[in-house]
């Protein structure tokens, strides 16, 4: 499985923005897709995930009701659809695909960080 991210930007707080994550390779070695973030000085943490094979999906609390993660399969796409930004929403984002069930870890492939900076 490869994993190539994209859809960053620069944009003022209340904006939008949605970011893709294209994969590709063995799609039957993906369980749950996540994406993640990593501000300035920060861990790496999960901000929304999904699992596909029942469609249950998580959201960290700073994120939920703004965030949706969503996917077309015809296009081999995961998007990450970011609303209402914040500037504490500023990291660089990840997408990341698992062949488990865990919404935190076990994430075996990573696509490169696509950055996003809201501004105040």
């Known amino acids: 499985v490869q994993l190539q991210a994209s859809g960053g930007g620069l944009v003022q707080a209340g904006g939008s923005l949605r970011l893709s994550c294209r994969f590709s390779?063995?799609?039957?070695?993906?369980?749950?897709m996540g994406w993640f973030r990593q501000g300035q000085g920060k861990e790496r943490d999960v901000v929304a995930s999904s699992r596909w094979d029942d469609g249950d999906i998580y959201y960290e609390d700073s994120v939920k009701g703004r965030f949706t993660i969503s996917r077309d399969n015809a296009k081999n796409l995961v998007y990450l659809q970011m609303n209402s930004l914040k500037p504490e929403d500023t990291a660089v984002y990840y997408c990341?695909?698992?062949?488990?069930?865990?919404?935190?870890?076990?994430?075996?492939?990573w696509g490169q960080g696509t950055l996003v900076t809201v501004s105040s």
């Open positions: 990341a695909a698992s062949p488990g069930l865990s919404y935190f870890r076990g994430y075996t492939t």
């Open positions: 390779g063995d799609k039957l070695r993906i369980y749950t």
